[in-house]
RNA sequence: GGAGAGGUGGCCGAGUGGUUGAAGGCAGCUGCCUGCUAAGCAGUUGUAGGGUAACCCCCUACCGAGGGUUCGAAUCCCUCCCUCUCCGCCA
């Protein structure tokens, strides 16, 4: 959410930079309904005060056993109108924060201005992609081969974009979270969590995804509550309506979460595969940072998250987004994205954000500066550190072997009880038995 | 799911209709005093919105949330949320 008084000083400026992500947002019913706003308010409160003060000069007059119906009587009639002007201002309040709510934040002077993916440019790469002496497989092969990964059960259980994973599979899964959450709590400060995997709507609101993209979300039914689609949601509102130390900041979170998410929209994308599910794990970094610090932290942020590929040797590129690319909330964003030579295209499996004071704005996170003063917003960073089905995709593409082998990262090996590689082995898999 | 108790300022804790934004205590800040420390004395300390050039000042709102009664509500009534205790169920 943007700040009122600075939209209404910058209008002009504001409805600008916004026009650069394309799809015009219309700020023209602001002007007006702010400028109601404050005339009501003016109003009732002349109105509140006149109450205020005559009802204190009739409990003055009713101890002295004197008369106050004359003024009890012209009482009843301000009591009613600040009945109805209220009623009018709560209107107008909510329609302002309505509308509030679904401006999207405005791009850092910093972000390239496009339209949209294909104007993203390419900050740096990492990693010498390797040749091969054989055509490489996609991971839904090799894994199906080695019986590790099963989407025709999974389509039985659930239905298109599940997985289930098997063995090894099961197991080099839960081998990254480890490995993630391990060098980010060790090697990078920050502290883990582990959050409910269910939000009210609240915390939606809070981080953005309510109230203009509850499609993409799974709701409760007769409960109103939803699913997390990525842990920034639970772990950046563990601070709302709170008031934090700036000595505490900044402050770093990880935490592991599934994440679901309905992928509506995407029907015929990426069908095939661990790379869009309804479900999948990941591991979430989160910052809480002063305004002066966010862009160095995001930096960092975004760092931390290339840290995982560089240890597990998996070559990627960082791409900033331009301005038409951006999410709703974001300010800046960095993508990180894996070579996948089974599909011979670089793949996203990192969005790292700085939403500067956009989601603490609505989920009132604020902190206390050093040496007193009036409480500030902090500003929200998120990245994800990785996303692990993806991750699993990308070892499985960059590490396989002519013979449909697969081998695992040096890093990786100390979370799979030193296993090299994933083999074929008659356990491993189980064909499909008839159906009944 | 059943029965009961409770939600007040950074914290503890008074307050059942009329200068109560809220006693008292703790913590914090500012003076004074005192070899140092500790103690003591006095004062001060919330958030948001509106007015304003203004973080001075004035006004309004806020005692879990939302409604209601009243000239006037932290105080009375209704609904909801949350926390705690006991019972049941349960990983």
């Not at 009122?4 to 394309?22: C, F, I, P, Q, S």
């Not at 989920?363 to 500003?379: L, M, Q, S, T």
Request: a neutral charge; aromatic letters at 8%.
């Amino acid at each position: 959410m943007l700040d009122l008084k600075y939209l209404r000083e910058n209008l002009e400026d504001v409805k600008r930079r916004l026009a650069t992500r394309g799809g015009v947002a219309d700020l023209s019913r602001l002007k007006g309904l702010d400028e109601k706003r404050r005339q009501i308010i003016t109003e009732v409160e002349a109105l509140k005060n006149r109450r205020n003060t005559v009802s204190q000069e009739i409990g003055r007059l009713k101890k002295r056993g004197e008369s106050a119906d004359d003024l009890i009587k012209e009482m009843q009639e301000v009591s009613q109108r600040i009945k109805t002007l209220d009623g009018e201002l709560e209107g107008c309040e909510r329609e302002l924060k309505e509308f509030l709510l679904t401006i999207p934040n405005i791009p850092h002077s910093s972000v390239p201005e496009g339209r949209d993916a294909t104007e993203n440019r390419v900050v740096r790469k990492w990693g010498e992609i390797r040749n091969f002496t054989f055509n490489p497989r996609e991971h839904t092969e090799i894994g199906e081969a080695l019986g590790i990964l099963d989407f025709k059960r999974a389509g039985k259980i659930a239905g298109a974009r599940f997985s289930l994973l098997r063995g090894v599979g099961a197991l080099l899964e839960r081998a990254l979270i480890n490995f993630m959450l391990e060098l980010h709590t060790t090697r990078h400060g920050y502290t883990e969590l582990l959050p409910p995997f269910i939000v009210n709507s609240e915390s939606m609101i809070g981080t953005g995804q309510l109230p203009k993209f509850e499609e993409d979300l799974f709701k409760i039914e007769g409960w109103g509550h939803y699913l997390v689609p990525t842990a920034e949601v639970p772990v950046t509102n563990v601070h709302r309506d709170e008031i934090l130390d700036e000595s505490l900041l900044p402050l770093c979170y990880t935490a592991y979460t599934p994440c679901f998410r309905k992928e509506a929209g995407s029907y015929g994308k990426e069908v095939k595969g661990l790379i869009r599910q309804h479900q999948f794990n990941k591991v979430e970094l989160v910052k809480f940072t002063t305004p002066e610090t966010s862009y160095e932290e995001l930096e960092k942020l975004t760092n931390d998250a290339e840290t995982v590929l560089k240890e597990l040797g998996i070559p990627y590129r960082v791409v900033i987004l331009c301005t038409g690319d951006m999410g709703f909330s974001a300010a800046k964003t960095y993508d990180i994205e894996v070579w996948l030579p089974g599909q011979g295209r670089y793949v996203e499996i990192s969005s790292c954000s700085n939403f500067e004071d956009f989601q603490a704005r609505r989920a009132n996170i604020r902190y206390r500066p050093k040496g007193g003063g009036k409480p500030r917003f902090v500003h929200t960073l998120n990245g994800s550190g990785l996303a692990i089905g993806r991750t699993v995709v990308a070892i499985l593409e960059n590490y396989q072997t002519e013979n449909g082998e697969v081998v695992i990262p040096e890093a990786l090996r100390q979370y799979m009880g030193g296993m090299e590689r994933i083999v074929r082995e008659g356990a491993g898999s189980v064909s499909m038995g008839q159906r009944q």
